[in-house]
């Protein structure tokens, strides 16, 4: 990722934190709407998980200035998703669900450039992610 691709990632989250929980319902509604199959490995109650998800996107999007920072937190927690069940193809769906919700949360924010950032960052997490837990040769830039 480029410092400019980092800051964008940086300024278009920040413009999604105060609508956070709202952001993680219609991000969970989308995931389960076009991968069904990965609702039952999830709780019935997801308000904590909302909360889960959206404080440790924030700790990725903050740390991606510091992309070392972040490696044994993203190493760690994605070996914890084995045990939740996820394979490494559900990380491409994930990953489409979030741009989406993006997306939908920035509006006209959502530019190209913008899109292109979150799309090179969340490859380079997912693919970090995925050779951590998975051992396949995707390494983190
Ligand atoms: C970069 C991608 C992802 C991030 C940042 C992320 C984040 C999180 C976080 C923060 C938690 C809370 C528990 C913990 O910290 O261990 C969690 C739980 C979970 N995630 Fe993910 N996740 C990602 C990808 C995925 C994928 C690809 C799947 C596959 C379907 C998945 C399924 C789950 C499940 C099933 C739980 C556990 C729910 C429970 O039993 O409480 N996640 N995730």
Redesign the pocket.
């Known amino acids: 990722m480029t410092p400019d691709q980092v800051k964008l990632v940086q300024q278009s989250f920040s413009q999604v934190a105060p609508i956070a929980e709202q952001a993680a319902t219609i991000f969970y509604d989308r995931l389960f709407e076009v991968?069904p199959q990965?609702r039952a490995?999830?709780?019935a109650d997801m308000t904590e998980?909302k909360k889960?998800?959206m404080?440790?996107?924030a700790v990725?999007v903050n740390g991606l200035s510091d992309l070392p920072s972040i490696l044994p937190a993203a190493s760690a927690?994605a070996k914890?998703?084995v045990a939740?069940?996820?394979?490494p193809e559900?990380?491409p769906?994930?990953?489409s669900a979030l741009l989406w919700t993006l997306e939908k949360g920035l509006g006209q924010g959502w530019t190209p450039d913008v899109a292109a950032a979150w799309t090179t960052a969340?490859g380079t997490?997912?693919g970090f992610?995925i050779s951590e837990a998975y051992g396949t040769p995707q390494a983190a830039e």
Request: glycine share 8%; charged share 10%.
């Open positions: 991968a990965v490995m999830f709780p998980q889960k998800l404080a440790t996107l990725v927690l914890r998703h939740y069940g996820a394979r559900h990380y769906v994930v990953g969340y997490l997912s992610m």
